[in-house]
């Protein structure tokens, strides 16, 4: 295709490029841009599904293991009865 001062020669159809076709073009373009990322993003996912699930279940194994580890001194502090110092007589059997 050759370009002549704006126009755009076909072989049998010569006519100007306007600014409107100049946008239409390039709304065109990212919308075949953004069909290919999505279906690139898509393929993705779909191919390394399990490997990305596998890193989520971790993250979260390792998130919740450091929770309960943080939060279990501070409850078990708190649960625990004091020790008396002293004791009384032992409790007599029932026969």
Request: hydrophobic residues 50%; glycine residues 6%.
């Amino acid at each position: 295709m050759n370009i002549l001062h704006g126009y755009l020669i076909l072989p049998f159809f010569p006519f100007k490029i306007t600014k409107m076709q100049k946008v239409i073009n390039v709304i065109a373009i990212l919308s075949g841009l953004t069909s290919a990322a999505l279906i690139g993003g898509t393929s993705y996912v779909l191919l390394n599904k399990e490997a990305l699930i596998d890193q989520a279940k971790s993250a979260a194994t390792k998130a919740a293991t450091e929770a309960v580890t943080a939060a279990l001194p501070g409850m078990l502090e708190s649960k625990m009865p004091k020790i008396p110092n002293s004791t009384g007589p032992a409790i007599p059997s029932v026969k």
